[in-house]
Every structure is written in C-alpha cells, then in structure tokens.
C-alpha cells in the first residue's frame, strides 16, 4: 500500500489502542480467545487441535489455506527445504533522494526469477510512470548484500523522538533474523536493538533484507511495536506477515502469511496458536510486511507446476521476498 513518505515521518498499519488478546487455554489451543477490546473470537484450531490441510509445494515447503481464520500461509522448515530466500528488485534509481524501482505484482517477480514461492516486501511510495511501473522504495532495501534502498533513523512529526523501522534479513544460507533495521550504500546493513534506541547501530551481515513493520514478537515475546514505529492503522486490513520460531539455538521454521482481514494485534494471536499447534514451538521473530490491497502470497503449484495466487490483487510492488529453489 502507498504510503505518503515524505515529510510525515510515518507509514501504514498499526492498530494502536487496541488491547492484547489472551486465550484460555494453554499453548493458545481454545476454541474462544478472549480479546478485551472486542470480546470472543473464535479461533480456526479449536479443540481438536486440526491443522488446516497442507499442500506440498516441494519438500519442506507446504502451502496452508485457513477458510475460518482468512489466512493463507507458507511453512518452510528450514532444516528440509532446498530453497533460498532472496529481495526481488529491478532497476533502482536514485530520484531527487528517493530509490524508485520496478513495480510487479509478486506472481510477477516470481515468474521472473524461476521462485517457487513469495510474498510481497516492504512499503511503497510515489509513483513515478503513469501505469504504476515505478514506484519509490520506502527504507531499507539489501539484495546480494548491498544495500539499494537506504534505511534510515526518522525524525518523529513532532521532531521531539527518533525511530527506526522493523526489518527481516536472510544470510547468505538463507538462515532468517530480524531487527530494526538501517542502513546505506556506504556503510551497509545497520542493526539496533530496539526501535527507538539512542545507541549507536552495528553491522547486520545480511545478504538481503527489507523493512517494514511493526514487529510482532521479539526474541520470543509479543512485542507489538506500531507506536514506536509510528504506523497506525483503521483496524482489520489484510494484513503479510513473515515469522519463525527456534530450536536448538537456530531458526527452525520460517512462515510467510496474508490475512484477509485482522488487526496486528490479531495477527499475532494467530501465531501464538499456529506455531504450538503446527510445530509445537512458539514465535521467536515475526513482523508484518506491507498490508492493506499490497499483501499477496504466491505459490507453485505442484500439479500444474504454475504460480497461484492465494489472493489476487492486482496490485504492483517495488519489492518482494521470493524462495528461490537451490
């Protein structure tokens, strides 16, 4: 989704106000969640601990379409697949101070490298072409470890705090982490340790990255940043999402999802009781990605060996997270 970038100092999203949910049950496995700010909302496991039906787009990567809930998701097991996650992008110019790249709908960019999978990345701004073909990349952007979109620490609108934006990266093994992430063509990826941190940032060795936001959970625990991140948003809105848990000290499972129509705060709900009930683990990292009309999975389908959107939109982006097969 557009975002009006310059001069305002903040993007889409966020459901601020809006007040944590808390199950009954434990491992989030009830069949009611009760969310103080909108009462009982069924969720899609309930007690029979079923899992929507999988469909195998190669080894180690399944596809999942959850009717009750509105979601639509790729597990990858890290350990299993033979994939390489990697930034889509294409001819990126810097524009009087804004990166303006390419736009495609993610089957698009997905047809285009050979992926079997993807999702759409980060947030959009100006169109710079009269059919939406170029549009201005909004922070931080990294392919093949150099950075072709900076990431910057912004000036709050009131000028009064600074802050910087979530960001997923994937090392040169594919190996997923997460930060708030900077940086530029100079001096690179950038990490902090938190979005409104005064510390100085240190290197992230990532071969390719993109922010967006807010983070989810953070080393572990619900951590839903949209006021420091300063992105607000209406309410239920389809929402793309990236997260993974962690075993034996590493990312184990990564999750790239699109939900038709949820708040932040329900979204990590869904992760809270996904994870347990798929994998029997629970969310290390997760944020969301560009949401509203611009949030789209695709995948190949097996049968036919041709790319399926979970949702079309329609809409083209300037950045995308692909899985590339090895």
């Given at each position: 989704m557009r975002v009006n970038w310059r001069g305002s100092g903040r993007g889409r999203g966020g459901d601020v106000g809006v007040a944590p949910a808390f199950c009954a049950a434990p491992r989030f496995r009830a069949a009611l969640c009760l969310c103080p700010a909108v009462g009982l909302i069924p969720l899609s496991f309930g007690c029979s601990h079923t899992l929507p039906a999988a469909i195998e787009v190669a080894p180690g990567i399944t596809f999942r379409r959850d009717q009750k809930a509105g979601v639509q998701l790729l597990d990858i097991d890290l350990t299993m697949a033979k994939m390489r996650p990697v930034v889509a992008a294409r001819g990126v110019e810097n524009r009087g101070g804004n990166f303006v790249g390419d736009a495609k709908t993610v089957r698009e960019w997905a047809a285009q490298r050979g992926a079997i999978a993807g999702i759409n990345g980060g947030f959009f701004g100006d169109t710079y072409d009269q059919i939406g073909r170029r549009k201005q990349i909004v922070q931080l952007a990294v392919m093949d470890g150099k950075v072709i979109a900076p990431g910057s620490v912004t000036l709050s609108s009131g000028g009064t705090e600074r802050y910087t934006r979530s960001a997923i990266g994937f090392s040169k093994e594919g190996v997923p982490s997460m930060v708030w992430g900077t940086g530029t063509a100079k001096m690179g990826p950038r990490q902090r340790r938190d979005p409104t941190s005064p510390e100085s940032s240190r290197p992230w060795p990532v071969a390719q990255a993109l922010a967006c936001g807010p983070r989810l959970f953070s080393s572990g625990k619900r951590h839903i940043t949209d006021r420091e991140?300063?992105?607000?948003?209406?309410?239920?809105?389809?929402?793309?999402?990236?997260?993974?848990?962690?075993e034996n000290g590493a990312p184990r499972h990564l999750i790239l999802g699109r939900a038709d129509a949820m708040e932040f705060s329900r979204v990590a709900d869904y992760l809270a009781a996904y994870f347990p009930e798929a994998h029997g683990t629970t969310p290390r990292?997760?944020?969301?990605?560009?949401?509203?009309?611009?949030?789209?999975?695709?995948?190949?389908?097996?049968?036919?060996?041709?790319?399926?959107?979970?949702?079309?939109?329609?809409?083209?982006?300037?950045?995308?997270?692909?899985?590339?097969?090895?």
């Open positions: 991140e300063r992105l607000k948003s209406p309410g239920r809105l389809p929402r793309a999402f990236v997260a993974y848990d962690q990292e997760a944020m969301c990605l560009d949401g509203g009309p611009s949030a789209q999975v695709v995948y190949r389908d097996p049968d036919s060996r041709t790319l399926t959107d979970a949702e079309p939109t329609g809409v083209l982006v300037p950045t995308a997270i692909l899985i590339l097969p090895r």
